[in-house]
C-alpha cells in the first residue's frame, strides 16, 4: 500500500502542539482553504456532539471539494488510536490515528504523530492509503503523493506559523 510521509519541526512544546492537533477546530485551522472544508457533525465516543476533544472512537463527518470543482466529496473518519489519551508528557512522543470509514478512497489511514525535543516537536504525518478504481487506483496510487504534498505542505506551514506567533 503506498505511503505519504512528512516531517517538520514546529517552535512549541509537544503539548502545545498536541492539544492543537486533538480538536476539531485544529482541523478546521489546518485544512487549506482551497479544499473547501464542511464539518457535518462530530460526535464523541459515547455519542455526544461535538467533544472538546477528540479521543479515540470519535467520528468527523465532513465533506470537501478541492479547489471548488466538482460535486462535494463526504467522508466520514473515525479517530481508531489514541496515545495518550490525557495530556502528551513533555519527555514522549504522543500520535492519534485516523480512518475513513466512509469516503473517496478505498482505504486512508493517517497518523499523526508528535515527538518531543526540547522546547520544540517534531510533526510526523503519515497516510496509508489506496486510490478508487481497484488495479488501475493501485497502479497510480504512488503518483497520488504528488496531490498530497500540496495539502500537508500546507498544514505543516500552518502550524509552524500558529505556534510561531506566540
Known amino acids: 500500500?503506498?505511503?505519504y510521509r512528512r516531517t517538520t519541526r514546529v517552535p512549541?512544546?509537544?503539548?502545545?502542539?498536541?492539544?492543537?492537533?486533538?480538536?476539531?477546530?485544529?482541523?478546521?485551522?489546518?485544512t487549506?482553504?482551497?479544499?473547501?472544508?464542511?464539518?457535518?457533525?462530530?460526535?464523541?465516543?459515547?455519542?455526544?456532539?461535538?467533544?472538546?476533544?477528540?479521543?479515540?472512537?470519535?467520528?468527523?463527518q465532513m465533506s470537501i471539494r478541492p479547489f471548488g470543482v466538482g460535486p462535494r466529496q463526504r467522508w466520514t473518519s473515525r479517530i481508531t488510536e489514541r496515545e495518550p489519551e490525557g495530556e502528551a508528557s513533555p519527555e514522549r512522543s504522543a500520535r492519534f490515528v485516523d480512518e475513513?470509514?466512509?469516503?473517496?478512497f478505498r482505504r486512508w489511514e493517517h497518523t499523526h504523530a508528535f515527538y518531543a525535543d526540547g522546547?520544540?516537536?517534531?510533526?510526523?504525518?503519515t497516510v496509508a492509503y489506496r486510490l478508487p478504481l481497484g488495479p488501475l487506483g493501485d497502479i497510480a496510487g504512488?503518483?497520488?503523493?504528488?496531490?498530497?504534498?500540496?495539502?500537508?505542505?500546507d498544514r505543516h506551514r500552518r502550524t509552524v506559523e500558529r505556534f510561531s506567533e506566540n
Open 142 to 153: 504512488p503518483a497520488a503523493k504528488v496531490g498530497f504534498e500540496g495539502m500537508f505542505r
Open 1 to 3: 500500500m503506498p505511503t
Open 119 to 125: 522546547d520544540e516537536t517534531l510533526l510526523v504525518d
Open 32 to 60: 487549506p482553504d482551497w479544499m473547501y472544508l464542511r464539518i457535518d457533525g462530530v460526535e464523541g465516543p459515547d455519542g455526544s456532539p461535538d467533544p472538546d476533544v477528540l479521543l479515540t472512537g470519535s467520528t468527523i
Open 12 to 30: 512549541a512544546p509537544i503539548d502545545d502542539v498536541w492539544d492543537f492537533h486533538s480538536t476539531i477546530d485544529g482541523l478546521r485551522a489546518l
Open 100 to 104: 475513513m470509514e466512509d469516503g473517496p
